[in-house]
């Protein structure tokens, strides 16, 4: 099921069919077309289909469908309530507090003097989260998540805070940096174990240090692996995860930044040399077949090729230093988000949106670039700072 008709993913030749998700879709709403998808399933009655929520939406949505959808699919056993307690980012903030896990620090103002004060006190820069951010408007100019640098911003983020459908917070910024973010994807099973699961590290993101991860690498983390575990099982979780930590480095703490009740867009990276990977666990685990032992294979990175341009072009000169004891990675050891011998249509497909977005922004950027180059009259005199050369500025402004 996509968002778009247009989207790459269609192009796939191991798609047999898609449905395009509804515009503004609701529990009912998703009730009735996945019911109407079953229909047309062979033997959906006798062997239901595995559902794979990508995002938060979707999976609060198919965790309050459960009941109605049961018989007709698979899912993990989750309830509204357990995947709200996670992906809501003010419950999550009071969730690590109650377990005391490190967490950055958050305050939820509520009137914008004192979401200015409690930036302040925080210290700026801040980041600003929506903590639904999936009941944010499409096309509505609002991010879920922000750097803001100024007690203003602050305000005028707040004041939008009706549009935006969930309660503003703001975190203590921990300082971005080289090998300090990291992610542990994994799967819960029926009884409660978790035998396919591991830790990666963000070597690159988009935008860089602080966004989605371009270039990721399967490297092992004691630590984070541990809190991940505890965590999972201190909440009774159920099903795919996809935790962010970031190392405070004057503390030595990593703080839980984020928690996906679904896999992560870099979960391939996890396949190991046997394909075993979380979404697979999964629906053996559902089918009722045996999970078999993850096999780590460290060093093994994944590129998403869109946002590791990006990210390349940002900071060309970084360097990835391999781990003491750690072997440089095999080219066999390498997968790309997109690019796939043996089905390239979605590849190019991608290429030729991003194509078209670069030259779309390109356009927009000229035009502004020629808009304030136009010469400005006042008085019949043209303004200084639309003159083009110095020798202009002369004849127009300076006695010779």
């Known amino acids: 099921m996509v968002e778009s008709p247009s989207s790459p993913v269609v192009r796939s030749r191991y798609l047999q069919g898609t449905h395009v998700r509804p515009a503004e879709p609701s ?24 559902l794979v929520p990508l995002d938060d939406i979707t999976a609060l949505f198919l965790a309050e469908c459960r009941p109605e959808l049961a018989g007709r699919y698979l899912l993990p056993d989750q ?32 009137s914008a003097d004192e979401a200015a004060a409690m930036a302040w006190s925080l210290g700026l820069p ?15 100019g609002l991010r879920s998540t922000t750097i803001v640098g100024s007690l203003g911003e602050v305000r005028e983020l707040y004041a939008r805070s009706p549009q935006a459908g969930s309660r503003l917070l703001l975190q203590e910024l921990l300082p971005a940096g080289r090998d300090l973010d990291w992610f542990f994807h994994g799967y819960v099973d029926s009884t409660g174990g978790c035998s396919t699961g591991a830790t990666g590290r963000k070597e690159r993101s988009w935008p860089d240090g602080a966004g989605l991860t ?13 809190m991940a575990r505890e965590l999972l099982g201190a ?23 984020d928690f996906n009740p679904r896999p992560g867009a870099q979960f391939r990276l996890f396949a190991d040399r046997d394909g075993l990977d979380v979404v697979r666990a999964m629906h053996l685990d559902l089918t009722g077949r045996e999970v078999p032992a993850h096999s780590p294979s460290y060093g093994r990175r994944i590129v998403v090729e869109n946002y590791a ?35 390239l249509a979605p590849a190019f497909a ?12 390109g356009l927009l950027a000229l035009r502004r670039a020629l808009r304030s180059r136009t010469p400005r009259r006042v008085a019949g005199v043209t ?14 402004h300076e006695p010779l």
């Not at 047309?40 to 062997?47: E, I, K």
């Not at 900071?315 to 050891?333: M, N, Q």
Request: hydrophobic share 40%; proline share 9%.
């Open 27 to 50: 529990p009912a709403e998703l009730t009735r077309l996945l019911l109407r998808i079953a229909d047309r399933l062979p033997g959906s009655s006798a062997q239901p289909a595995l």
């Open 214 to 226: 371009a270039v990721g690498r399967w490297t092992a983390n004691p630590m984070v692996d541990t």
């Open 309 to 343: 341009a990006l990210s390349f072009l940002a900071s060309p000169r970084r360097r990835y230093t391999p781990e003491p004891g750690v072997a440089r990675p095999l080219a066999e050891r390498f997968e790309a988000a997109w690019f796939a011998v043996d089905d």
């Open 235 to 257: 909440l009774g979780y159920r099903g795919v995860c996809d935790l962010d930590f970031r190392l405070d480095r004057s503390t030595g703490a990593y703080h839980l930044l």
């Open 79 to 110: 309830s509204p309530e357990q995947l709200t307690r996670v992906a809501d980012k003010a419950q999550l903030a009071e969730t690590c507090r109650a377990l005391s896990l490190p967490h950055p620090r958050t305050e939820l103002p509520t």
């Open 126 to 140: 801040v980041i600003a989260k929506w903590s639904r951010p999936w009941l944010l408007p499409v096309g509505g």
């Open 350 to 361: 991608m290429l030729r949106a991003w194509l078209s977005h670069a030259l779309r922004k």
């Open 383 to 396: 303004s200084p700072r639309s003159a083009g050369t110095r020798s202009d500025q002369m004849t127009q």
